[in-house]
């Protein structure tokens, strides 16, 4: 019985070994970051009914410049989490008919 579960567990090993996650070398090593939330153009929550006024993604380049950037690298952050309307991506396709 022992030998035939020898290879058995060999198999499992290897996959085992081939399926582990990465080691943190090859991962990239973000350790500061900040939410761009912050910066965001939402409109006030009185023009939310306003479809001309609530875009799925806000226009960071109205009042984020290039020096904002920087300065936020220059105080060691290293990383910018981009949020986003998760539900532009859940609607269903135009019609064929309705795109041209």
Do not use: C, Y
């Not at 035939?4 to 070994?17: D, Q």
């Not at 990465?22 to 306003?50: H, Q, V, Y």
């Not at 300065?71 to 008919?97: C, E, M, N, W, Y």
């Amino acid at each position: 019985m022992r030998g035939r579960l020898t290879p058995l567990f060999s198999v499992f090993a290897i996959l085992a070994a081939w399926a582990a996650p990465a080691p943190a070398a090859d991962l990239p090593a973000f350790k500061r970051g900040i939410s761009m939330e912050l910066w965001t153009s939402w409109p006030a929550e009185a023009k939310w009914a306003n479809p001309e006024k609530l875009f799925p993604f806000p226009e960071w380049r109205r009042v984020v410049t290039p020096a904002d950037l920087a300065a936020l690298k220059t105080a060691g952050l290293d990383f910018v989490r981009l949020p986003i309307d998760p539900g532009v991506f859940s609607q269903p396709a135009p019609h064929p008919s309705k795109t041209g």
